[in-house]
């Protein structure tokens, strides 16, 4: 029997506080080959979840602990939809090929993800060309207007 436990979801929690990235996960997929990836994320507040879609799969997210906002984006950018995933929603489900961002709004945030796999990391084209990467100058910006982002916003460097 594969479970996560509250001790699980805390020792996450503690991994990522502790993590560079400000994230850990835990698998509850055997190999990252299995057709169903299946994981448990903590993140806290000041990880980047870069604007991105998976042209492949759907993903659906479920908050284990802590609140998310999810934004979908047009493809010109425009937030197009946003849910405060843990308070508006329980579950919540991306289409694939739908861009999108992920933003926790607790420390202590773990969120749970389900997508087809095998793993396949994100591919470059698949990264929104206007959201800054990891350790670039306007991450903070853009994590402060993830959090008050509406429908019909962009982001503006």
Known sequence: MKQITPAHIAQLADAAQASPRRRANLNMHAELADPIQRLAIAMEPD?????????????????????????????????????????????????????????????????????????????????????????????PALLAWYAKAQVGDRFEA
């Open 47 to 139: 990880t980047l979840v870069r604007p991105h879609r998976h042209p492949h799969t759907w993903e659906l997210l479920y908050p284990l602990a802590g609140r998310f906002v999810v934004l979908h984006f047009d493809e010109a950018g425009y937030v197009i939809e946003r849910c405060v995933l843990g308070a508006e929603a329980a579950v919540l489900e991306t289409p694939a090929g739908v861009w999108h961002a992920v933003l926790s709004l607790d420390q202590g945030g773990v969120i749970f993800e389900v997508k087809h796999g095998p793993y396949q990391p994100i591919a470059e084209a698949d990264f929104a060309a206007w959201g800054p990467a990891d350790g670039e100058e306007l991450v």
